[in-house]
């Protein structure tokens, strides 16, 4: 649906009009035409600002500065209505130190947008049954983050996973750590890519092990296929 325009000048149709000078100033109720000379002569335009108004309101305005004003409100406005994501960031419970830091900065740029981090603990095999070691490894990314997050969902384990979610500290500016110097590491990005994609091959290979190990379903057939 198009956004409705303001009418100009003589594309006003109401009869009278309520006008207001360029300098903020009200200039009373008078008929269009006049109002719209007043602005001509003036090198100015005749802007029906509230045409709901009665009678319409009407300002003596350069159109061409009104409209630049009409569309930085706007933007500024959308700016405002800022979506919040959740961005997943995967851990595994022996996550090394390098590997960690890596995942730190990420968080640290993704919460410094006005953003949540879900990160998510993925136990493979045995693993699940220390789920400690994996609280070890969020409670070791709050630490680096303390001062600038808050926690929404404390850690909770839901099936081989175990998640946190953190939010950024409302008032707080997130500072973006480096890792040498100013400059960011290109290679951060792709080694967090990396990983995450590791991790996904590994919850597909557990699934396979889970499967492989379940016990067959009542009535099914334990004999080989030649047999």
């Not at 109002?35 to 709901?52: C, H, Q, S, T, Y």
């Not at 953190?166 to 290109?186: M, S």
């Amino acid at each position: 649906m198009p956004e409705p325009t303001h009418r100009v000048n003589k594309a006003i149709q109401a009869k009278e009009v309520r006008v207001i000078g360029e300098d903020g100033k009200q200039l009373g109720v008078m008929p269009t035409h006049i109002a719209v000379r007043i602005a001509e002569e003036k090198g100015l335009d005749l802007v029906e600002v509230n045409p709901k108004g009665d009678p319409p309101v009407c300002k003596i305005i350069d159109h061409g500065r009104f409209k630049y004003e009409e569309a930085r409100k706007k933007r500024s406005a959308k700016k405002k209505q800022s979506v919040i994501v959740v961005k997943e960031i995967k851990l595994r419970p022996k996550t090394d130190v390098h590997d960690l830091d890596v995942k730190v900065r990420a968080i640290q740029r993704f919460l410094s947008d006005g953003n949540k981090a879900k990160l998510v603990i993925i136990f493979r095999g045995r693993e699940i049954v220390h789920p400690e070691t994996g609280k070890a490894v969020l409670l070791k990314v709050l630490s680096e983050l303390v001062n600038y997050v808050v926690v929404e969902q404390m850690p909770m384990m839901e099936g081989r996973r175990m998640t946190m979610l953190i939010a950024p500290k409302p008032g707080v500016t997130i500072p973006l750590r480096r890792k040498k110097g100013d400059k960011e590491d290109p290679k951060d990005a792709a080694a967090l890519d990396a990983a995450d994609e590791d991790e996904d091959e590994d919850e597909v290979e557990d699934e396979v092990e889970a499967e492989a190990s379940a016990p067959p379903a009542q009535g099914e057939s334990l004999a080989s296929p030649g047999g």
